[in-house]
DNA sequence: ACGAGGATGCTCT
DNA sequence: GAGCATCCTCGTG
């Protein structure tokens, strides 16, 4: 059921032309992803976090991870961003205040809020300090630890319900406010870089549950993909 | 299968 | 008081 384990892969989903310019430092020895891979536009690092995976250690030592396969994009310039105008609205000087500021901080960091009193919500903050920019992680296909994340969802549910949405999967990887404005520098919860994905398996399409900037085709995710949220 | 509606808490007007 | 980057249950076909 799991699919092949990583090899030694480049940087999940980049481009010849991405791979050019990238800084040599994006990993460490065990592949987790660092800072400044995620300093670069949101729109490359939602994309290119396909295939990555999610891990998380809990309190008593298991490991649950997960492999990504669909993302949002949110960007400064963007309605629909938390951060959007923030800069202006905020009063003069720094720092910047309300809900949303955490977006324009250290990137690689996680941003991690509560939607409808209900889900945690878990996205990694993007672009170069001082800009606004996260993606949100909105499904994973799970991988190790899937009884655990049964648990920590709901007996009885498949394999499927698990994790393909992004409020069932921070339920399911026990992610909530205590990993929120942190840096994602583990070991509790870190990124590693998985298989490369060919553009040819990558959808772009509008993205869910919003009501502005609706047109923007800033969701990403694998093709045919039994885990990703909508049908 | 599909749609409607409720749960629930925080932020901003 | 409205508006959410959602999920689940319970109706109806």
């Not at 660092?34 to 891990?55: C, M, Q, W």
């Not at 309190?59 to 202006?88: F, K, N």
């Not at 959808?203 to 949220?229: D, L, Q, T």
Request: hydrophobic fraction near 35%.
């Amino acid at each position: 059921m799991p699919h092949a384990p990583c090899q030694n892969a480049p940087h999940p989903g980049l481009t010849a032309y991405n791979m050019k310019s990238m800084p040599m430092n994006r990993t460490t020895a065990d592949n987790h992803i660092s800072a400044d891979y995620f300093a670069r536009p949101t729109l490359e690092v939602a994309r290119g976090l396909l295939g990555a995976r999610l891990v998380r250690r809990l309190e008593d030592g298991t490991t649950l991870s997960a492999r990504i396969v669909e993302t949002e994009a949110y960007t400064e310039d963007d309605p629909a961003c938390h951060g959007w105008r923030l800069r202006e609205r905020s009063s003069d000087g720094t720092p910047l205040e309300g809900k949303g500021a955490e977006l324009y901080g250290r990137p690689g960091t996680a941003y991690v809020y509560l939607c409808y009193g209900i889900h945690w919500l878990f996205n990694v903050v993007t672009e170069p300090e001082g800009s606004c920019g996260a993606v949100l992680v909105r499904a994973v296909e799970p991988v190790d630890g899937i009884e655990r994340m049964r648990a920590l969802r709901s007996d009885g549910l498949s394999d499927r319900n698990l994790t393909n949405g992004p409020g069932k999967l921070t339920q399911a990887l026990d992610i909530d406010d205590r990993f929120h404005d942190r840096p994602l520098d583990g070991p509790a919860l870190i990124l590693r870089q998985g298989e490369r994905i060919d553009d040819a398996s990558v959808v772009s399409s509008p993205r869910i549950g919003i009501s502005r900037a609706k047109e923007r085709k800033w969701r990403f995710h694998m093709a045919e993909n039994r885990y990703v949220s909508a049908r």
